[in-house]
């Protein structure tokens, strides 16, 4: 089946730290590949997507890369902000995912220290 | 141009009471998801519907659940009666899906729910 698994949180780290969280999948077909991120008592919104291998997705300073030989889609950024403190969900989408849901990972919480 | 609306922001009510929650997709789109989220299970997916039609509602959790769309810019979740364990922040979301093509989901601000 489909599924997507990140790394567990919550991730600590201090400002201008490099960020990566890891996020694989297993996915029939070629699906869409989606980083949400959620505030503090806010609702999810899109930080970044891919559609297709290799295509880099990428916004506000973080990044991430469709790897299909790998089946991974990890975020990176370079140098954190405390107000990046926030929980990151890993997601997909595709053909093969009963019709038109999206599949999310766990969520990773990040808090970054002043 | 507006998000996805829901309402009310808050409830707060009382075991064995019927809540009503609502959510006003932004116009235009056609799919629209139902979440609810805890810190025990996470994000879980309860329904969805695609042109007003629920296609998917193996994640509601049982018959004290329903949802409805009578039209394309509204959708009600409901529960009764609630109980203790339906306390969560309900969300709602919604996008625009057609075959070949899978887009971002637009999330609501949430409902909080808390049931005594």
């Known amino acids: 089946g489909n599924s997507v698994t990140q790394m567990e949180g919550p991730v600590t780290l201090s400002e201008e730290a490099f960020l990566t969280i890891n996020c694989t999948y297993t996915a029939t077909g070629y699906p869409s590949l989606f980083w949400y991120v959620q505030y503090p008592g806010e609702g999810l919104q899109l930080l970044l997507k891919?559609?297709?291998?290799?295509d880099k997705g990428s916004n506000k300073g973080f990044e991430a890369t469709y790897r299909k030989e790998t089946t991974s889609f990890h975020l990176e950024k370079g140098s954190v902000q405390v107000s990046d403190s926030a929980v990151y969900f890993c997601a997909l989408s595709g053909p093969h995912t009963g019709g038109f849901k999206t599949i999310f990972g766990a969520g990773t919480r990040l808090f970054v220290k002043a | 141009d507006a998000g996805v609306i829901q309402s009310p922001r808050h409830e707060v009510t009382e075991m064995g009471q019927e809540v009503t929650l609502r959510c006003k997709p932004i116009s235009g789109h056609n799919s629209l998801f139902w979440y609810r989220q805890t810190m025990m299970r996470g994000l879980e997916l309860l329904i969805y519907f695609n042109n007003n039609v629920p296609i998917d509602d193996s994640g509601m959790p049982e018959d004290r659940f329903s949802a409805k769309m009578p039209n394309a810019s509204f959708s009600t979740l409901k529960i009764q009666p609630s109980e203790p364990r339906d306390s969560a922040v309900y969300f709602c979301a919604s996008s625009w899906s057609a075959r070949g093509s899978w887009e971002t989901q637009y999330f609501g601000p949430g409902t909080r729910l808390l049931v005594l």
């Open positions: 891919a559609t297709k291998a290799d």
